[in-house]
T-cell receptor, first 110, second 114 residues
Framework: ETGVTQSPTHLIKTRGQQVTLRCSSQ?????VSWYQQALGQGPQFIFQ???????GRGNFPPRFSGLQFPNYSSELNVNALELDDSALYLC?????????FGPGTRLLVL | AQSVTQPDIHITVSEGASLELRCNYS??????LFWYVQSPGQGLQLLLK??????LVQGIKGFEAEFKRSQSSFNLRKPSVHWSDAAEYFC????????????FGTGTQLKVEL
């Protein structure tokens, strides 16, 4: 059974650019959640998708958006990148209340 | 306000010593409780979880945790620490009946001295 995978592993962007991060959920999991983890902090909830619909959102501006596809994989899009967006972005998939995380994408905004 | 607190930012133990990492929560009803571990630059690995039932929960890598309703605590323990246990440990909760949003504590960085 394949676990949660994320791509790319690392990314460097400049301020104002846009970025798309990708996540493949664990087999059979229909829910995907995205988290932002700044250096030295715990992960912060961005949003969650359940069966292709947004199912909850944290305290992040609208320039953070997402998609979930019929195969339950997901994308996180961030527009108009700011320096503070530099962080580890974690994707987690779940079928019940237990979330399983991928390795993350480390984004650096210069 | 709903919150998760990990009082210890850093803990150092000697290899072979016992370990206890503290976690307290503040929620109206007992939430679902989790412990995750994160090695440097890596994602989060689930160690164990508590939903209901037996208050002593066994996890992977020899870890266990005890839920104490009267203290609103869910402390993580290991009888004998190995050098490979050095990592950051996060306590996290999901409110019961409140969706799947995980709220994390600030983490405890564990250092193991050889």
């Amino acid at each position: 059974e394949t676990g949660v995978t994320q791509s790319p592993t690392h990314l460097i962007k400049t301020r104002g650019q846009q970025v798309t991060l990708r996540c493949s959920s664990q087999s059979g999991h229909n829910t995907v959640s995205w988290y932002q983890q700044a250096l030295g902090q715990g992960p912060q909830f961005i949003f969650q998708y359940y069966r292709e619909e947004e199912n909850g959102r944290g305290n992040f501006p609208p320039r953070f958006s997402g998609l979930q596809f019929p195969n339950y994989s997901s994308e996180l899009n961030v527009n108009a990148l700011e320096l503070d967006d530099s962080a580890l972005y974690l994707c987690a998939s779940s079928l019940d209340q237990t979330q399983y995380f991928g390795p993350g994408t480390r984004l650096l905004v210069l | 306000a709903q919150s998760v607190t990990q009082p210890d930012i850093h803990i150092t133990v000697s290899e072979g010593a016992s370990l206890e990492l503290r976690c307290n929560y503040s929620y109206g009803a007992t939430p679902y409780l989790f412990w995750y571990v994160q090695s440097p630059g890596q994602g989060l690995q689930l160690l164990l979880k508590y939903f209901s039932g037996d208050t002593l929960v066994q996890g992977i890598k020899g870890f266990e945790a005890e839920f104490k309703r009267s203290q609103s605590s869910f402390n993580l323990r290991k009888p004998s620490v190995h050098w490979s246990d050095a990592a950051e440990y996060f306590c996290a909760v999901v409110p019961t009946g409140g969706g799947n949003k995980l709220t994390f504590g600030t983490g405890t960085q564990l250092k193991v001295e050889l």
